[in-house]
């Protein structure tokens, strides 16, 4: 079993930053596959960010390219987010999310992912 807690999370003015960190446990953190999804009222859950087991790799959603960074500390098994130039469309409940299958395959489909936190509330403030 896995346990995955964010935290981190808060209200930010448009153009600040925020980190959040995602601490897991219960498994070989370093052979997985993470990820940053994000759910904004009303909205439909999407995908924000990937990373690969090393940390070498990563994905982003067009909308976040260049403001967002995905890192990791296997050391630690935390995975993440840093937020920069934040953007009142940012505002969301993000979650991290861990890819069992072992693949090394930076997935950007909910059901791809297998255990998932409960998430923390980000507010972006214009």
């Known amino acids: 079993q896995v346990q995955l807690v964010e935290s981190g999370g808060g209200l930010v003015q448009a153009g600040g930053s925020l980190r959040l960190s995602c601490a897991a446990s219960g498994r070989t953190f370093s052979s997985y596959v993470m990820g940053w999804f994000r759910q904004a009222p009303g909205k439909e859950r999407e995908f924000v960010a990937a990373?690969?087991?090393?940390?070498?790799?990563?994905r982003y959603v067009d909308s976040v390219k260049g403001r967002f960074t995905i890192s990791r500390d296997n050391a630690k098994n935390t995975v993440y987010l840093q937020m920069n130039s934040a953007k009142p469309e940012d505002t969301a409940d993000y979650y991290c999310a861990l890819d069992r299958t072992r693949t090394d395959v930076l997935r950007r489909t909910l059901n791809e992912y297998d255990y998932w936190g409960q998430g923390t509330q980000v507010t972006v403030s214009s």
């Open positions: 990373i690969s087991w090393t940390g070498g790799r990563t």
